[in-house]
């Protein structure tokens, strides 16, 4: 192996003797290595009856991490909020990244969109990783809590406080505030971000449509589910952790879509070990990084 060493004749008893080496491979030692992450948590349902508020984007994060070879990592995969039925919208639940020494990076479920009555509960948008839409003349929730940098923005609020023209306020996005709904629609869900960590562009973390009884709101960039009058908003979509569309009359809005944890490190560093399915991908990205989803 293109090795080689120096010898010495000592004496007739020890013989010849190796007393150095030539070109000679010393031992490695194993290195910490870097992985870079994408954290989306589940995003929040719309909200149901009347003009209710779009539901607010899964919590969008992003970090790397310096890891020691042999360190085991968790993740959390958060669920989306369920749909709701003449109610307040559900808040999605959240996603993590963590392990022994290592910082925890987690992002808080999206917030659910406001009911589009005054009657209780009221239309005031949830607080979450993005917040909930407005409904029926209130606010929108709010990004809660607060990262550095934001993991997603406020839901729109709603103008007006009754009647077919009353606009809901759509659901924030990860790049943006949901839409503020006005006298002839329901806001568009705030905007996701697109992120090439999976080796390909992707568009992630938009929120949910507000409803109105007039032209329902558009679901934004990045898998929020748009609103509808009468049958059923349409839910965020699965592993983008987008908001779901709110519903006008009593029956189910759209389900927050379920949320996403995606890794990248060099293929040599990746083990192979793992419970679970996640899904693997090698040689993605720069450098022939290998991504786990």
Known sequence: ???????????????????????????????????????????????????????????????????????????????????????????????????????????????????????????????GGSGGGGGNGYAGGASSPVTSPVQGYAGGSAVGTSGPASGAGGGGGASEVGAVGDSSSGGDGGDGIASSISGSSVTRGGGGGGGTDTTPGAGGAGGGGAASKDTGGTSGTVNTGGGGGANEHPTTSGAGGKGVVVLSMPDGNYSGTVTGSPTVATGQGAGSDTTTL
């Open 1 to 127: 192996e293109r090795q080689g060493i120096k010898i010495v004749y000592v004496d007739a008893t020890q013989g010849w003797e190796a007393i150095t080496g030539v070109n000679e491979t010393e031992s490695v030692a194993l290195k910490d290595y870097s992985i870079d992450m994408l954290v989306i948590a589940g995003g929040g349902s719309g909200g149901s009856y009347g003009n209710a508020g779009g539901g607010g984007a899964g919590g969008y994060r992003t970090s790397t991490a310096v890891v020691g070879v042999g360190t085991e990592i968790t993740i959390t995969v958060g669920d989306g909020g369920a749909g709701a039925s003449s109610t307040v919208g559900t808040n999605g639940d959240a996603s993590s990244f963590s392990g022994s020494g290592l910082t925890t990076i987690s992002s808080a479920g999206g917030g659910g969109g406001g009911k589009g009555s005054a009657a209780p509960p009221g239309g005031e948008g949830l607080d």
